[in-house]
């Protein structure tokens, strides 16, 4: 079945810019474009709005059944922008169906791993009704295409790594980490709920108290205290991680390696909760504590702060028109 392209909207601290409002049909920002893919099981994809595919965004190498793609967009720290999304969606297809790939690592051009989804480069006006279901619909594709992939995938994270690429990572079959690699999800200062199933994933992989250290208090892991808790495999000397990546990926092709959810998750479970976490994710983007935080944020920042006061303020109005 054809599913949405997936376009992940969190707004990250280290990605918040400024934006302009010419008028109250300006205020809503949503990613830009509609789009839409076929699963992995379908040789073909249909995107639309949301740039073009640029494989100099996502570098691919194979070597011994091992392909290693690199998320490469160092300036902006691997942010995952429209094309950055698009690019690994495409690549994610191409190797799905090559018989030359058997095992996946997904890594970064140093220093990031990835700081998560680039909404600057993304936005677009939309009206509120149209914004709600965009919200939902793509922030469970962008999921439900990692959970998709039918083949292993090893994240080989050489440095921080925030929001929807920690928690797509940790559905991954392992991640090996770097010295210098840490993990945030700042869900709870954003005022949003969990998404990526960490709400049902986090607790069952980690433990209670650690998922409510990391979804709630917005703790921020070292690679090492990663490891302590379970979400990281092993951690490494940082020249020396994709080399020990190549080896457990090679030692996975050797052993016939399937895909693995850790904790015993179960990928139809996992889309289910997804599903239900895209929406619980839209209706708080619309809420007005989501607004607030956004605008306390910015002005904390010494930066404007203009158009999260005006939505929240006629918030009253626009919000008749879900």
């Not at 191409?94 to 790939?101: F, K, L, R, S």
């Not at 289910?272 to 989501?290: H, M, R, T």
């Amino acid at each position: 079945s054809d599913c949405a392209l997936p376009i992940k909207l969190i707004l990250l601290d280290s990605l918040l810019q400024e934006m302009t409002i010419p008028s109250l049909n300006h205020l809503l920002v949503v990613a830009r474009g509609q789009a839409q893919h076929r699963c992995f099981h379908q040789t073909s994809v249909l995107l639309k709005g949301m740039g073009e595919v640029d494989h100099k965004l996502v570098l691919s190498s194979t070597k011994n059944k091992v392909t290693t793609l690199t998320m490469n967009d160092p300036k902006k720290l691997n942010g995952w922008s429209g094309p950055m999304m698009l690019t690994l969606q495409d690549r994610f297809l191409q190797h799905a169906a090559d018989p030359d790939t058997k095992v996946v690592i997904l890594t970064g051009a140093d220093p990031y791993y990835c700081a998560g989804v680039n909404l600057a480069s993304t936005i677009q006006p939309m009206h509120p009704k149209k914004l709600h279901t965009m919200i939902r619909t793509s922030n469970q594709a962008v999921f439900d295409a990692f959970l998709d992939f039918p083949k292993p995938i090893l994240i080989a994270a050489n440095g921080p790594a925030i929001g929807a690429c920690v928690t797509s990572a940790s559905t991954c079959d392992a991640i090996l980490a770097s010295e210098k690699a840490t993990f945030l999800v700042p869900f709870a200062k954003l005022s949003i709920p969990p998404e990526g199933c960490s709400s049902v994933h986090f607790e069952r992989m980690l433990g209670k108290e650690a998922a409510r250290k990391m979804l709630e208090d917005g703790w921020k892991p070292s690679a090492a205290e990663a490891k302590e808790i379970g979400l990281v495999q092993d951690v490494v000397p940082h020249d020396q991680l994709m080399v020990r990546a190549q080896e457990l990926a090679e030692q996975w092709v050797a052993a016939g390696k399937v895909k693995e959810i850790p904790a015993g998750g179960n990928v139809e479970e996992y889309k289910a909760v997804n599903a239900k976490e895209s929406l619980e994710l839209a209706d708080a983007f619309l809420s007005y504590p989501f607004l607030d935080a956004q605008y306390n944020f910015l002005k904390s920042k010494g930066k404007s702060a203009t158009v999260f006061m005006v939505l929240k303020t006629l918030r009253p109005v626009w919000s008749k028109l879900l």
